[in-house]
């Protein structure tokens, strides 16, 4: 479906952005894949080639530096330089606090990963797509963008941005052929609640105990359904969640 294309994910060391490595290279998508872990970017490469012999480019990059990004795109190979389809994805939470207990460490962390890295590979990736007059971008933002929880605070809002972005992008890139789509998980599991109470692994469990959660490949195949969609046809905004979650904090859990 998607042969002879490229897709860039930002975040594809772990979670939504690897199992969308995956699904994307399976239907024939040619690969960039950044993250800060580049060793596991490198097995990650190993194992996609093997599988479903797609050119792979991978690099280290930190999306919260604007020039680490420009470096990735400047030193792009030859034949991997045309980008059709953009998935924003690296993101993160960091900490689980009351407003008023809040660590500023992980408000800028989150607000520089999830709003600022966002819009630093937008702006690099989308000039290409707009000269083109083609291109997909895809934003993973998050249930949380519309139903803040306790403890969500900054990272809540990150995502309200994410989703505003989207809505914005979706207007300023109309008439040029770029198509944009905003996507919002629910409970999705990953790495992502351990990172948000700093690794402690037993706590980040409890977070997707008693129901079935969605997996990064829920995720990743609304990612391809998405961007196999005739041209004349956008899905702007879509919502998936577990079965078992009504909202942020409705859940039936056994
Ligand atoms: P994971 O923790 O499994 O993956 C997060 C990815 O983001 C990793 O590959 C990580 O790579 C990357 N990342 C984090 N910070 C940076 C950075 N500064 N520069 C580059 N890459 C970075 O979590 P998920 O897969 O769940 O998260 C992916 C996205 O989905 C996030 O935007 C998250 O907010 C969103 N989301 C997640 C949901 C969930 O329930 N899991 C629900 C809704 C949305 P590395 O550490 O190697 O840099
Ligand atoms: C991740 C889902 O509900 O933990 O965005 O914020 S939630």
Redesign the pocket.
């Known amino acids: 479906m998607l042969k002879g294309k490229t897709t860039f994910i930002t975040g594809a060391s772990s979670g939504i952005g690897m199992n969308c490595a995956f699904t994307f290279a399976e239907a024939g998508s040619n690969l960039i894949l950044i993250a800060r872990r580049i060793e596991r970017l490198e097995e990650l490469k190993k194992q996609l080639i093997e599988k479903f012999q797609v050119k792979v480019h991978i690099a280290k990059c930190d999306v919260r530096i604007y020039e680490e990004c420009e470096s990735v795109i400047k030193n792009l190979p030859n034949d991997l330089k045309k980008i059709d389809i953009l998935i924003n994805n690296a993101g993160l939470?960091c900490g689980f606090n009351k407003i008023y207990e809040g660590s500023l460490k992980d408000w800028n962390t989150m607000i520089d990963t999830n709003i600022k890295g966002l819009l630093y590979i937008t702006k690099l990736l989308s000039p290409q797509m707009v000269e083109r007059g083609d291109g997909h971008i895809i934003n993973i933002a998050?249930?949380?963008a519309t139903q803040v929880?306790p403890n969500?605070n900054v990272?809540c809002a990150t995502?309200s941005a994410v989703k505003t972005l989207s809505q914005a992008m979706i207007i300023d890139f109309n008439g040029t052929g770029v198509r944009v789509s905003n996507i919002d998980?629910?409970?999705v599991e990953t790495e992502?609640a351990e990172v948000r109470f700093s690794g402690d692994k037993e706590r980040a469990k409890t977070v997707y105990q008693g129901y079935i959660p969605l997996s990064g490949k829920d995720v990743a195949d609304a990612c391809l359904f998405v961007v196999t969609r005739p041209k004349h046809v956008t899905i702007q905004d879509l919502l998936i969640t577990p079965t078992d979650q009504a909202t942020?904090t409705i859940i039936n859990k056994t």
């Open positions: 939470a998050s249930i949380a929880y969500g990272y995502k998980p629910g409970l992502f942020t």
